[in-house]
């Protein structure tokens, strides 16, 4: 019976490094591989990563001299896939987030007791700079997806389809995978890839109750850098939404297009937060905020138009 394959990309993580590997090393299941990415770090990252992997031969040393800039070879989880056969599954895990203990345990039971492709659990979300809980998203039972009831519980698994971490998937989907970034995004890329994911699967599965800490750092790109894809980053994931719902049931029902609209209105609010933040010249802000007028006189329309879930 396949284990687990867990895939962690590390840029100047010395930090968080050690946090996030002992997460994994102290899992009550210990059949995984876990691969390592030092991708190009100009700190102690690397360092950090290759000691512990002398001490423990589950952890494959990956890595890339240059950040983002991906070497020919083996470093890509997807070169990894071909290694092991359709009985594994694969997670990813950021390299300043951590595993809860019986992280692996719970998941491994969840997707072969029910027969998922993907299962996903609850998150706390921690912040960096207090330590403190800020909020935990997760639900009160169990959530198994097939057939109609991914347009039926839309808007209950919706939020856990936009993170490409705190999930496993079955092996057979993730080499199903092709890139689900047309327009090449960096904001959002995480739910586009997960939402091709998902549109893959036959079965997905939510499980109750938290299993992974996500660490909150308002310094991260997503909360401090906007340009052009930033801005257009959520019109992407909107349109995108709407034709997964097209690919797995057929429609998009009006409560669905309502709760995507009603999403989509409060990423832009998010997006016009850092925007008004962000140091770049007033003519660039302006256009940005053209954009987003436009857009927004969209979603008022709709809302203004919106007869309700029976028409």
């Known amino acids: 019976m396949g284990g687990v394959i867990?895939?962690?990309?590390?840029?100047?993580?010395?930090?968080?490094?050690?946090?996030?590997?002992?997460s994994v090393l102290s899992q009550t299941c210990g059949d995984f591989t876990y691969y390592v990415v030092n991708n190009g770090s100009l700190d102690t990252t690397g360092t950090i990563i290759k000691a512990y992997a002398d001490k423990d031969q589950r952890i494959k040393v990956l890595s890339n001299a240059v950040n983002h800039v991906w070497e020919q070879g083996n470093n890509l989880s997807h070169d990894i896939f071909p290694k092991y056969d359709d009985s594994h599954f694969f997670c990813v895990l950021d390299a300043d987030d951590e595993y809860k203990p019986d992280f692996i345990e719970k998941m491994l039971k969840f997707m072969r007791e029910n027969q998922l492709d993907i299962a996903a659990c609850g998150n706390d979300f921690i912040s960096v700079s207090s330590?403190?809980?800020?909020?935990?998203?997760?639900?009160?039972r169990d959530l198994i997806l097939e057939g109609e009831s991914f347009?039926?519980?839309?808007?209950?698994?919706?939020?856990?389809?936009?993170?490409?971490?705190?999930?496993?998937?079955?092996?057979?989907?993730?080499?199903?995978?092709?890139?689900?970034?047309?327009?090449?995004i960096w904001y959002g890329s995480d739910t586009l890839i997960t939402q091709g994911a998902f549109r893959r699967a036959r079965r997905v599965g939510i499980l109750a109750g938290s299993l992974h800490k996500y660490y909150i750092n308002p310094q991260s790109v997503?909360?401090?850098?906007?340009?052009?894809?930033?801005?257009?980053g959520d019109r992407v994931m909107f349109d995108a939404a709407k034709e997964f719902l097209i690919a797995k049931v057929g429609h998009v029902s009006p409560g669905n297009e309502h709760f995507l609209y009603s999403v989509y209105l409060n990423a832009i609010k998010d997006t016009l937060q850092v925007l008004l933040k962000a140091e770049i010249p007033d003519a660039e802000k302006m256009e940005?905020?053209?954009?987003?007028?436009?857009?927004?006189?969209?979603i008022q329309r709709f809302f203004a138009a919106y007869s309700g879930p029976k028409s």
């Open 6 to 22: 867990i895939f962690t990309v590390a840029y100047n993580a010395e930090k968080t490094m050690a946090r996030t590997i002992e």
């Open 131 to 140: 330590g403190m809980t800020l909020g935990v998203r997760g639900l009160d």
């Open 151 to 184: 347009g039926t519980q839309f808007p209950i698994y919706h939020e856990f389809m936009r993170t490409v971490w705190g999930k496993f998937y079955s092996l057979p989907v993730m080499r199903e995978y092709e890139a689900d970034n047309p327009e090449g």
């Open 222 to 232: 997503s909360y401090a850098i906007i340009d052009a894809k930033r801005i257009r």
């Open 288 to 298: 940005h905020v053209k954009y987003l007028k436009v857009e927004m006189d969209e």
